[in-house]
């Protein structure tokens, strides 16, 4: 498939604490994305890089994107009971720029 | 706001009866997806459409159908819902174009329950 894994699968932490997770792919990709969703919801949008950037930041979200090593990270810093969810990352199935693909995703839980 | 709806949120249907699910946007993008997702699962491509052009993946089952008869709204159809199609299947949209850099849009998704 287009993507590989991401890891860790499950991941749980103090609140207060950095989670980082991690997310490799098997092909050339255009951008790759990163998306949270709350449980019984839809996905929401956090950060798109392009694979001509190596780092990105939007708040307390960080994303690395290491192109040789077809991976990328995802780093919550100072994390909240309210940042538990379920965290995907997505590239698009190059060559077709439209057609977006999910990774397995990590659940994250954030203990008060 | 604009936004992605799918209607409804949840869904009942009996072994091999069709059921249809319904995505709007007013978001006025061009790309709309259909993914399914199982629990503790990503999500998985069913099919899009860029405009009106329909792209089915390959291991969509033949089972599973899709209408856009217009940019707004696009539907989902299960001819004879089988126990394993019971999922939440999710719709978004994407502006196409501009080399795919940008991001997709998600409804919340219905979950569809088969007895």
Redesign the interface.
């Known amino acids: 498939s287009q993507q590989g894994e991401e890891d860790p699968q499950a991941l749980s932490i103090q609140e207060g604490e950095n989670a980082t997770m991690n997310c490799s792919y098997k092909t050339s990709i255009n951008n790759l994305q990163w998306y949270r969703q709350n449980s019984g919801r839809g996905l929401v949008h956090l950060i798109l890089i392009r694979s001509n950037e190596r780092e990105k930041h939007s708040g307390r979200l960080r994303v690395t994107l290491d192109t040789s090593k077809k991976s990328s990270s995802l780093l919550i810093t100072a994390s909240r009971a309210a940042d538990t969810a379920s965290y995907f990352c997505a590239t698009d199935a190059y060559p077709s720029y439209d057609k977006v693909i999910f990774g397995p995703g990590t659940s994250l839980s954030v203990i008060p | 706001d604009a936004m992605?709806i799918?209607n409804p949120r949840y869904q009942v249907t009996q072994f091999g009866k069709p059921v249809t699910l319904s995505c709007s946007q007013t978001l006025n993008h061009n790309?709309m997806?259909w993914?399914q997702q199982k629990s503790?699962?990503?999500?998985?491509?069913l099919f899009?459409y860029?405009d009106k052009d329909f792209?089915n993946e390959a291991d969509t089952p033949d089972n599973f159908q899709s209408r856009r008869p217009n940019t707004s709204f696009c539907f989902l159809d299960i001819r004879s819902p089988g126990l394993g199609d019971a999922a939440?299947y999710?719709c978004?949209t994407?502006r196409?174009?501009l080399?795919?850099?940008?991001?997709?849009?998600?409804?919340?998704?219905t979950?569809l329950s088969i007895l």
Do not use: C, E, I, T
Not at chain 2, 40 to 45: G, I, V, Y
Not at chain 2, 99 to 109: A, K
């Open positions: 992605v799918q790309v997806y993914y503790s699962q990503a999500p998985k491509l899009h860029y792209n939440m999710l978004a994407r196409g174009g080399y795919g850099n940008q991001p997709q849009h998600f409804g919340d998704g979950r």
